[in-house]
């Protein structure tokens, strides 16, 4: 069976609406790479289960998406989500109310231990540089269509 990812079958985004998703920082991480050389999926969305625990990673390179390779990257920390649901590409991500970006793809290296979720950011900052806290809430939100 063909991925309809893969080979192009979708010209934008199908997922008209959906539910926020719901989390909260279990792991606040302080580091930065230079050459990460992580490689997207080529797919737009991955379904969250409820008490999976995932990584943010913030990256500031331009034009990241399904398929990209990234290589400059800050890591956030590791949430556990509390309300599931699909998330995809574009959504914005609020840690504690505040936009810090929105989800520019995923990379399944550590999979199935949890999976890398990329945010694209303005600025490539660790959580322990954003100051975020143990138990923050964290929240993906579909943009506008």
């Known amino acids: 069976m063909k991925d309809p990812y893969k080979i192009g079958m979708f010209l934008s985004n199908p997922y008209y609406a959906k539910s926020d998703i719901q989390g909260r920082l279990m792991v ?6 230079e050459n990460r050389g992580m490689e997207l999926i080529t797919q737009i969305s991955r379904c969250v289960l409820r008490n999976e625990i995932h990584e943010l ?3 500031d390179e331009p034009g990241l998406g399904a398929g990209s390779k990234v290589e400059k990257v800050a890591y956030l920390g ?16 609020l840690w504690a109310g505040q936009t810090i970006g929105t989800v520019a793809g995923f990379d399944e290296t550590h999979m199935p231990n949890h999976l890398n979720i ?11 540089e954003l100051k975020l806290h143990l138990g ?9 269509h």
């Open 57 to 59: 990673i913030a990256s």
């Open 118 to 128: 990329v945010v694209s950011a303005g600025e490539r900052r660790s959580g322990a």
């Open 28 to 33: 606040v991480l302080d580091g930065k790479l």
């Open 136 to 144: 923050d809430s964290v929240t993906f939100r579909q943009t506008k």
């Open 78 to 93: 590791f949430v556990e989500i509390y309300q599931a649901g699909v998330l995809t590409i574009g959504d914005e991500v």
